[in-house]
């Protein structure tokens, strides 16, 4: 069983960058694939990236590449998402999500566990 628990939303003026946190409790933390994914008011869950867990292959939304930055630190059980440049259209709740297949996916219906989600909200 894995706990995701994220951090670091708030309010931010357009062109700010925040960085999120997702604190994973678990013993296996470093063997699972992780993913961070937002959702809009009245939109879709969508896929903002993605790593592998023990090898350092990430994946992006095409649309974000260049801004944002997906890491982790398997020492502290921490996920990452570094956004940068940040747009209104960034608003959203984000959420962090693992899955127990060791293969990185951008659907949201792949993954297993999922945190509460953090807001983020971009000021034009």
């Known amino acids: 069983q894995v706990q995701l628990v994220e951090s670091g939303g708030g309010l931010v003026q357009a062109g700010g960058s925040l960085r999120l946190s997702c604190a994973a409790s678990?013993?296996?933390?470093?063997?699972?694939?992780m993913g961070w994914f937002r959702q809009a008011p009245g939109k879709e869950r969508e896929f903002v990236a993605a790593m592998l867990g023990s090898v350092n292959r990430t994946h992006y939304a095409d649309s974000l590449k260049g801004r944002f930055t997906i890491s982790r630190d398997n020492a502290k059980n921490t996920l990452y998402l570094q956004m940068n440049s940040l747009k209104p259209e960034d608003t959203a709740v984000y959420y962090c999500?693992?899955?127990?297949?060791?293969?990185?996916?951008?659907?949201?219906?792949?993954?297993?566990?999922w945190g509460q989600g953090t807001q983020v909200t971009v000021s034009s």
């Open positions: 678990g013993r296996t933390f470093s063997t699972y694939p």
């Open positions: 999500a693992a899955r127990r297949s060791p293969v990185l996916t951008t659907s949201p219906n792949m993954y297993n566990y």
